[in-house]
Every structure is written in C-alpha cells, then in structure tokens.
T-cell receptor, first 115, second 117 residues
Framework: AQKVTQAQTEISVVEKEDVTLDCVYE???????LFWYKQPPSGELVFLIR??????QNEISGRYSWNFQKSTSSFNFTITASQVVDSAVYFC????????????FGTGTRLTIIP | GAVVSQHPSRVICKSGTSVKIECRSL??????MFWYRQFPKQSLMLMAT?????????EQGVEKDKFLINHASLTLSTLTVTSAHPEDSSFYIC?????????????FGSGTQLSVL
C-alpha cells in the first residue's frame, strides 16, 4: 500500500520569508507519480505540479520550486519570498498510474503567511 | 478554465436524515467524477468513482448503500448520505476529469462540510 506523510501540520512564516513544506512517500512500485495541490480557504484543490518517478530533475516555477529525491523518498516544496496569498493548505499526493485519479493524499500542511 | 461546482458548501442535519450533495462540471463533460472524504486533520480518502450511465465503483470499506452515487448526466454527479449519523460528519469533495489523460485535467470542487447532530 502507498502512504504519504506530511509531518508538518501547521507552519507560520512572516511574509517574504522562504518556507519549505516536507513530503515523504512510501511505495513498493518503481513507477509512480507525485503531486502537490493547494487548497485555499475557498475549498477547492488546485493542481500545482506532477512529477513521475523517473524524473528526478528539480523544477522551478516562479516562486515555487520542488525537490524530488528518490534516495530519501521525499518530494519537498519550497515557496520563496512568501506572500499572504500563499496562505492555504497544501497537500502532497501519490498515484501509481498516469491518468489514474486514485490519489493517495498526505494529511496536508496548513501554511499561514503573516503580513 | 474548467470549473467544478459543488453544492451545498455546508450542511447541518439531524441524525437519521439523508443529505444530497451535488457536483457539477460547468464547462466540460465529465464521464467520470470522483468523491473524496476528509476527516479533520486527516488526508483526503477516495470514496468512490462515479461513472456516467453506470454504477459507481466504491473503494474498499465504503458502504455503497450508505453513500448513494448517481451520475445521470455528463455534467452532474450526486452523493447522497443516507440516514446520516454523527460519524458521517466530514468534509466531502468531488473532482471531475475533463477530456484528456493528464492529472492537470482533474478539477476539484470546493467541498461540502457535513455536520450531523
């Protein structure tokens, strides 16, 4: 069975600080997909990124960056120069098949950016 | 972009009553929709896959007679919690896939907070 662990339940940082959200996953499969979703106060989940298990290249998208390390089974998410609009719950998730919506989610990290 | 609308956003009901939650895809047709449940401080758990025109597929441990799913059209799936009890209190969220295979094509509703008294 798959498991996703987000050990940080809540994080608060002052605006403009950098913050890293941790995600550790468990799976016996060699092919899998990792995701990050953002859940703002309005409730809906917003897709941020998908990464497959064969691509360990780190990715940067604006202020967002992701560090995928298979050696430690981690897929961490960093927000640089945080902004108040970044306040949300962030979920890490794992799926075994491309296009398979059976996502295994972590428990989420509530991020609060203090103005 | 594509949007999924979920209604109601919050419902409070008495124990023993049934509650219906709607999930609509607003600008695309969704042959498949998904229902998740999230208990406080726990992860989202997939409950069932709703297939237009056929029976839903339930995950292990989810009572199909308790959580009735109807996907009567390409834009609407409903989840009915029958004879709700306090232990059914949870956050329910749906998602729908727009045409295409990528996960970025999976859109989520804003969720329904169910409180059973």
């Amino acid at each position: 069975a798959q498991k996703v662990t987000q050990a940080q339940t809540e994080i608060s940082v002052v605006e403009k600080e950098d913050v890293t959200l941790d995600c550790v996953y468990e799976t016996r499969d060699t092919t899998y997909y990792l995701f990050w979703y953002k859940q703002p106060p309005s409730g809906e989940l917003v897709f941020l990124i998908r990464r497959n298990s064969f691509d360990e290249q780190n990715e940067i998208s604006g202020r967002y960056s992701w560090n995928f390390q298979k050696s430690t089974s981690s897929f961490n998410f960093t927000i640089t120069a945080s902004q108040v609009v970044d306040s949300a719950v962030y979920f890490c998730a794992l799926s075994l098949r491309f296009g398979n919506e059976k996502l295994t989610f972590g428990t989420g990290t509530r991020l609060t950016i203090i103005p | 972009g594509a949007v999924v609308s979920q209604h109601p956003s919050r419902v409070i009901c008495k124990s023993g009553t049934s509650v219906k939650i709607e999930c609509r895809s607003l600008d695309f047709q969704a042959t498949t929709m998904f229902w998740y449940r999230q208990f406080p401080k726990q992860s989202l758990m997939l409950m069932a896959t709703s297939n237009e025109g056929s029976k839903a597929t339930y995950e292990q441990g989810v009572e199909k007679d308790k959580f009735l799913i109807n996907h009567a059209s390409l834009t609407l799936s409903t989840l009915t919690v029958t004879s709700a009890h306090p232990e059914d209190s949870s956050f329910y969220i749906c998602s729908a896939r727009s045409p295409g295979q990528g996960h970025e094509k999976l859109f989520f509703g804003s969720g329904t907070q169910l409180s059973v008294l």
